[in-house]
């Protein structure tokens, strides 16, 4: 997605998402409205409604546009590279910026553990496997491997952030999801 209408939109949809996490953060899940997020994001409720249902959707898009980048990444990465080193790469880059503020993160804890938000999670868990398993069958074919593989690595990449939260930030969350992925290979093999 290169075009410049594409690049727009993305933007405007990932706009809307921090604005989303954030008043949510600041306020409280309860304490914010559609009007909110579409004022805090600069857009319109009718812009904001062409990309979202509902609050709990716009939310829960930052860990599907993750994703969505990270199959982005895998299709970009050199056709003769190993599968497996390409996976690991097009994950960790997602980790690459740094760790996050402590305060951001635990109201990200807070916002992502209320149950209002776990069927939409659910949705985009799902989105995060499929857009994975379809960035690994182009790779390497059609079959159970790819869809088996994204569930573990994503699955893998979650359990990682989760225990970098419980730790406090201890390591960097890089380092932290790269420890679980070597920890997976040595579980799965590498993939071929």
Known sequence: MTGLRERKKLATRRAIGIAAMRLAVERGLENVLVEDIATAAGVSPRTYNNYFANKYEAICSLAADRAT????ALRARPAGEPLWDA???????????G???????AGVRLVTSAPELQGEYLKARNAMERELAAAIAARAGAGLMPVVVAAAVNATAELAVSRWLDAG?????HSSVENALDELESIIGRPQ
């Open 69 to 72: 980048r990270t199959g982005w």
């Open 99 to 105: 760790d996050p503020d402590p305060e951001w993160v």
């Open 87 to 97: 996976i690991r790469a097009s994950v960790l880059a997602e980790y690459e910026a």
């Open 169 to 173: 930030g201890a390591e960097t969350i």
